[in-house]
């Protein structure tokens, strides 16, 4: 039997300096993503979008831009999340910036006691205001989850830390702070940048993350920031990398994901509209999304 979805819409920017991505929910629904999930047999509710309050004030905190109204559209979330698995839906999340995978993982990770997290994307997200060279939230989630960085962002919701660094899987990267590679280092954290990709296959990378994760977790959490994909496929990001994964690549891992029977929630973020080109980033997330949920050619 299939799960019902809950879809929740968080349309955040206050995490990164450009505005549009905010608008990226509104570009998901718009590339019929319910619609898709409905064709594929799923009861699907639209929780609609979040509340995201704007700053009355000058910011001030150049180390951690908007941190209060970041760490409060969290803590909504994270209740929001909290009360999808408590019935017994599963969470797909749309974003927005990457920041909001505070809240989703916060409000998940109390549901299980060994959560893997298979992360997407060509940054690590694993600054700190110490080492974060923009003061930017969205490149801090993962270390926020780790338990590193503010005590008003690392103990929304549940204890700290969120996850265990040995069920984090990082895949596609190709861009990284010396912070980030440091921390990578210290926690001993899977990374597969786009060299292991190039040189093992997806195939490999995600049968290998599968059979870890199908034996030391009891729930994985899918985190896709677009920007993974190479810019050709994915241009309306805010922070593209050139050689990022592929069209195809992507596919195949979250078709395999979809076999693998695993993923128990899941988050698409970074879309941003006004960077697009005919709405290709969101319309390819929501084709990831229905590969995902188990859409095959036959």
Not at 107 to 121: A, C, P, R, T
Not at 123 to 145: C, F, Q, R, W, Y
Not at 204 to 223: L, N, P, Q, R, W
Not at 250 to 266: C, P
């Amino acid at each position: 039997m299939k799960k019902p979805i809950s879809i929740i819409g968080v349309p955040m920017d206050l995490g990164q300096a450009k505005r549009g991505v905010d608008m990226g929910p509104a570009a998901m629904r718009y590339a019929d993503a319910l619609e898709r999930l409905i064709g594929l047999g799923y009861d699907v509710e639209d929780l609609g979008d979040l509340e995201i309050e704007r700053p009355q004030v000058k910011e001030t905190n150049e180390k951690l831009k908007n941190l209060k109204e970041v760490a409060r559209a969290n803590r909504k979330l994270a209740s929001l999340v909290s009360d999808v698995v408590s019935k017994g839906h599963f969470p797909l999340i749309f974003g927005g910036d990457h920041s909001i995978a505070i809240g989703s993982i916060a409000g998940i990770s109390k549901y299980y006691k060994n959560l893997g997290v298979i992360w997407f994307d060509a940054h690590g997200d694993m600054n700190t205001k110490e080492t974060s060279p923009t003061g930017n939230i969205h490149g801090m989630p993962l270390a926020v989850n780790l338990g590193m960085g503010d005590d008003i962002l690392t103990k929304i919701e549940s204890g700290s830390p969120k996850i265990k660094p040995e069920h984090l899987t990082i895949i596609g990267v190709r861009s990284l702070d010396e912070g980030e590679k440091q921390m990578i280092r210290d926690f001993g954290i899977t990374v597969y940048t786009m060299h292991e990709v190039d040189r093992l296959g997806m195939a490999y990378i995600m049968e290998k993350t599968i059979a870890y994760f199908s034996k030391h977790t009891d729930g994985v959490h899918i985190s896709f920031d677009l920007d993974s994909l190479d810019p050709l496929d994915a241009p309306g990001v805010g922070t593209p990398v050139l050689g990022g994964l592929t069209y195809r690549e992507s596919h195949l891992a979250m078709e395999m994901l979809a076999e693998s029977g695993i993923v128990t929630s899941a988050e698409f973020v970074e879309v941003n509209p006004i960077l697009d080109e005919r709405n290709k980033t969101a319309q390819t997330a929501v084709a990831l999304i229905g590969s995902l949920f188990g859409e095959k050619l036959l």
